[in-house]
């Protein structure tokens, strides 16, 4: 590993997929589309589709002079709640999360035009996180209503 601003950054990093940067400032973030995230009723499951996200591929990011190229990426993203509640308040940081442990799974595809690259995930239904969980959270000036 090498470091950068503190950062470390792999050896063999390859491909680094982001939003770009918006003209705001604002980063790492996209909008989803009309019926992209649905919800199930009791809110214990929910599913995220998006297609053809504009993404970069930064392969030394987070260097300054990073090389980014134009990609897109597609994501499946399924988050199912267990029978194990969570519950965290932290008053000091106006911070409040009811919900559940959860399992998710991913399904992704990604493309470089640019330079003809392709890469797709395992299936979703073969995919399981570590940790996920799934609820209702409550921060800053809404923390008090």
Known sequence: MTLFQGQAVPEN????FH?????????WVVEI?????????????????????????????PAPDAEARPASMDIA???????EPLAMNDPTKQFRFRGWKARCQLEARIEVPSIQFTWKSDPMETS???FAII????????YSA
Request: cysteine-free; hydrophobic content about 30%.
């Open 13 to 16: 990093q390859v491909h680094d």
């Open 77 to 83: 993203m399924r988050w199912t709640a267990t029978d």
């Open 19 to 27: 939003p770009p940067i918006r003209p705001s400032g604002l980063y």
């Open 128 to 130: 399981r996180a570590d």
């Open 33 to 61: 589309p009309d019926g992209g995230l649905e919800i199930s009723a009791d809110g214990r499951s929910a599913t995220l589709r998006m297609a053809r996200i504009e993404v970069i591929d930064q392969p030394r990011w």
């Open 135 to 142: 609820g209702e959270e409550t921060n800053g000036k809404y």
